[in-house]
C-alpha cells in the first residue's frame, strides 16, 4: 500500500528557505535534490546540482518525483518547461505574476484587493508627472526584479525624478503613493492539491532599509474582521491562480483597520519563519504536505513568538541561547553587510514577556534596531 508521500523533492533555488525545507522535509522521509541556477548555493545540505548555464536539467529532473521552488527570480520558460516532465508546485503562473509588479498589481485589481494608489511609468519626465499626480512622498519599484530593497527609490520631491530613474537603471517602473498605515503586516496561508485553505495567524512585520528585522504573532490587537479580511484576499488569490503550496500576502492595515496590499511572494516566506517553533505545524512542513498531496496541519499558534532576523554580522549565539525558549536556525553563510544569515525564534506566555526577551536578544546583536512595539494598549 502506497503511503502517499512522494520521496524525492526537487526544489529551484538552493538557499536558506531550501535549506529550512528539506529540515522539514526529512521527517517525513523525504530526499532533497536543488537545482541552482546562481552559480552560488548556500543550502549546504541534500544533493545540490549548480548549473548556472541549463546543462544539467535532464540529471535533476531523473531524480525527482515532485518539484518546488524556494526563489521566484527564476526564468519561466525553465519553470514552464520542467512542468512538461514533473508535476510543478505552485504553477508558473504563479511565477510569471510575482516577477512582475504590473501583472501583480492588475490581478490584485482584478481580485477586489486594494492596494495603495499607482502608476506605471517609462520615462524619467512620466515619473516626475506621476509623483506631481500621487503627491511626494512616493516610492519607485522595478517593474521586474528587485526584493529586500533593491530597485526602488523613495522620492520626496518630484525634482528628483531623474536621480531616481537612473539610480534604479529599469526601463519600466512602478510609482505607488506612500500609505499612512499604523503597521505593516502579513498573511501566510497553504492551499493544498485538493482545494483545502489553511490560514496562520497574521504577523506584524518591522523592516529597516527594506530587510525584515522582526515579525511578531499572534496579536493581540488584531480585531477577527481585519484577520478574516486578509483571509479573505489570500483566498481569493490562491484559488485564482489554482495554487497549491505556501502563499505569503504581505499588507499595510491603516488607521481605520482597512488593509491594502503590497506584494505577495509565492514561496515559504521570511515573515512566516516564526510557525518554526511558535505554531502547531511550520510554514515548512504544511508547504510540503500540500505540494505532495498530504492533509495540511494544523496553524494554530502556540504561544505569542517573535522571530529576530540576524542580519550581516552574528552576534552572542550563546548568550540568546541562554535566554528561555529561544531558538536559533543558522543558514550556514559567512557574514557580509545586509545579508540574512540566522533567525531567532523567541516564545514567551505573554506579549510582555515576549517584548522584554526580544529587547534581551536586540542588545546581543549588533546594529540590530529597537523593537518599535509595546502592546501596551491591549495589555
Known sequence: MSSGISKNIGVLGAGQLGRMLALAGYPLGNRFTFLDTTGNP??????VIVDPNNQHLAEFLDKVDVVTYEFEHL???LVEQIEQHKPVYPGSRAIAVCQNRVEEKALFDRLG????????????????AAANELGCPVVAKSVTEGYDGKGQAVLKAPEQAKEAWNSIGHPQLIV???????REVSMIAVRGRDGSVVFYPMAENQHVGGILRYSVAPLPDLAASVQE???SYIRMLLDELDYVGVMALEL????????LANEMAPRVHNSGHWTMDGAATSQFENHLRAVQGLPLGSTQAIAPTCMVNVIGQEGDNAAMLAIGNTHMHRYDKEERAGRKLAHVNVIADTHAELLEKVRACQA???DAPPVAWSFESSL
Request: charge should be negative.
Open 113 to 128: 484587493i486594494p492596494t495603495p494608489a499607482y502608476r506605471i511609468v517609462e520615462s524619467a519626465e512620466q515619473l516626475e
Open 42 to 47: 548556500s543550502a549546504g545540505i541534500g544533493d
Open 75 to 77: 526564468p519561466v520558460a
Open 364 to 366: 546581543l546583536l549588533p
Open 176 to 182: 505607488e503613493a506612500f500609505v499612512d498605515f499604523v
Open 229 to 231: 479580511t486578509a483571509d
Open 252 to 259: 499595510f492595515q491603516t488607521r481605520d483597520g482597512s488593509l
